[in-house]
């Protein structure tokens, strides 16, 4: 059973930095091709970054491009989102999210990953 569980959300104001974590049991972690999606109140779940199973391919929505790096550490099992230069628009619940099926490069549609963690709640203040 694949689960995966999200950490390091919390309030912090304009300006500060975050850095989440999304810990993967259940699969092999390195043949994993995985992103990072957030969902606002009232609106639908979108892409924020993505990294291939090799970790040589990253993609980013343009909102972020330049201030949040995406990165994996393959001898933990875990994925993580540094987000630097944060604004009160990236407040969100923050999901990590498995693509079961391609691995060498990143798709950015929800319905293309398989497996979900919980959600972690980022407040951003202004």
């Known amino acids: 059973q694949v689960q995966l569980v999200e950490s390091g959300g919390g309030l912090v104001q304009a300006g500060d930095s975050l850095r989440l974590s999304c810990a993967v049991s259940?699969?092999?972690?390195?043949?994993?091709?995985m992103g990072w999606f957030r969902q606002a109140p009232g609106k639908k779940r979108e892409f924020v970054a993505g990294?291939?199973?090799?970790?040589?391919?990253?993609s980013y929505t343009d909102s972020v491009k330049g201030r949040f790096t995406i990165s994996k550490d393959n001898a933990k099992n875990t994925m993580y989102l540094q987000m630097n230069s944060l604004k009160p628009e990236d407040t969100a619940v923050y999901y990590c999210?498995?693509?079961?099926?391609?691995?060498?490069?990143?798709?950015?549609?929800?319905?293309?990953?398989?497996?979900w963690g919980q959600g972690t709640q980022v407040t951003v203040s202004s």
């Open positions: 990294i291939n199973a090799s970790g040589g391919s990253r």
């Open positions: 999210a498995v693509d079961n099926l391609i691995t060498y490069f990143v798709r950015q549609r929800p319905d293309d990953y398989d497996y």
């Open positions: 259940g699969r092999s972690f390195s043949s994993t091709a």
